[in-house]
């Protein structure tokens, strides 16, 4: 039988804008336009049971609904026992370390993604500010993982400052949104290199741009790799099978860290069904053993504290 999934990365959009309004981040930037698409809730399970899906992050979709977690809150509360909202909140903010407290006990939440709102301003507050810390200690304290997306220009900075990080909570686990790596690169972020004219050139099989980056966190055992259609998407237009990188990674770090998510509701390139597809045939190299821990046991594990 064909091992179920765990999706520690799917987005959800309303079709219900009257109820769920899209809100920016912070007040100086404009409204998000409504996406051209929804990707509801009920379609998410739809999706999920159409192939063998067992349970799903619903990750907040920041660039959409801000720090509007009410979306994806609602949704897990009609299936509390397969989706998981995951939310964002501003680091910024004295209030949220208590605020996501409050979220925790009352709303079922069981992460937080910390996500800086402006790529090309090249900063660390957003993750390591004072107020920000606080943030992460109230992950620790609550022992609800800490997922956190990084930009390429950001990695060479950034991934040295969250080795720090991992080291000051080494019982939290720590999940890097599209592996903290060059094939991380979102299509958007080469829209903006090319807009600047600079020539964008992926590092080469078999290292990948992985000694460069993330090889810092070999012996930082609670800092995870999350595997998404961002990274498919950059491996494919670079020809390149995308199990050669997933098993360069378990090679690195192991078979325990090391999860699969879909990105559906941003990605939208492929279907769910070609998604899950994709995610097993990225375990081509892997023993079942390892295939199993990648797609499934290792996410169901770091979010034990909700199963």
């Known amino acids: 039988m064909a091992i179920a999934l765990f999706d520690t990365h799917a987005h959800l959009i309303s ?8 809100k920016p981040l912070t007040p100086d930037l404009p409204t998000p336009e409504r996406p051209n698409y929804s990707v509801t809730v009920d379609s998410l399970i739809e999706m999920m049971d159409a192939n063998n899906v067992e349970r799903a992050c619903l990750v907040q979709r920041g660039h959409v609904y801000g720090y509007d977690n009410s979306y994806i ?3 897990a509360a009609k299936f509390p026992k397969r989706l998981h909202p995951v939310v964002i909140l501003d680091t910024q903010d ?15 939440v ?3 993604r910390m996500a800086h709102t402006r790529p090309w301003i090249l900063d660390t507050a957003w993750m390591s500010s004072p107020a920000a810390m606080d943030v992460w200690k109230a992950c620790a304290d609550l022992g609800t993982p800490m997922t956190i997306i990084f930009y390429q220009k950001q990695l060479s900075y950034n991934l ?9 909570f080494p019982d939290l686990p720590i999940i890097v949104d599209h592996g903290g790596m060059p094939y991380g690169m979102t299509q958007v972020e080469v829209g903006y290199a090319e807009e600047d004219g600079e020539e964008v050139v992926m590092p080469p099989p078999p290292d990948f741009g992985i000694d460069e980056t993330i090889k810092i966190f070999e012996d930082v055992p609670n800092i995870y790799f999350k595997f998404t259609e961002i990274n498919i998407e950059r491996l494919m237009a670079e020809n390149i099978r995308p199990a050669r990188i997933v ?6 770090f192991g078979p325990d860290r090391l999860v699969w998510g879909s990105d559906i509701g941003q990605s939208m390139l492929w279907s769910y069904q070609e998604k899950t597809e994709m995610a097993h045939s990225a375990a081509d190299f892997l023993s079942e053993d390892e295939t199993r821990k990648f797609l499934r046991d290792n996410a169901a594990r770091i979010y034990s504290h909700v199963s």
């Open 160 to 168: 040295p400052l969250l080795k720090i990080i991992a080291e000051k």
């Open 110 to 112: 069981c992460g937080f």
């Open 94 to 108: 004295a209030a949220t370390p208590e605020v996501y407290r409050d979220m925790v006990r009352r709303d079922g």
């Open 247 to 252: 098993r360069r990674m378990v090679d690195s």
């Open 73 to 75: 809150i609602d949704s």
């Open 15 to 22: 079709d219900d804008w009257d109820t769920y309004r899209p």
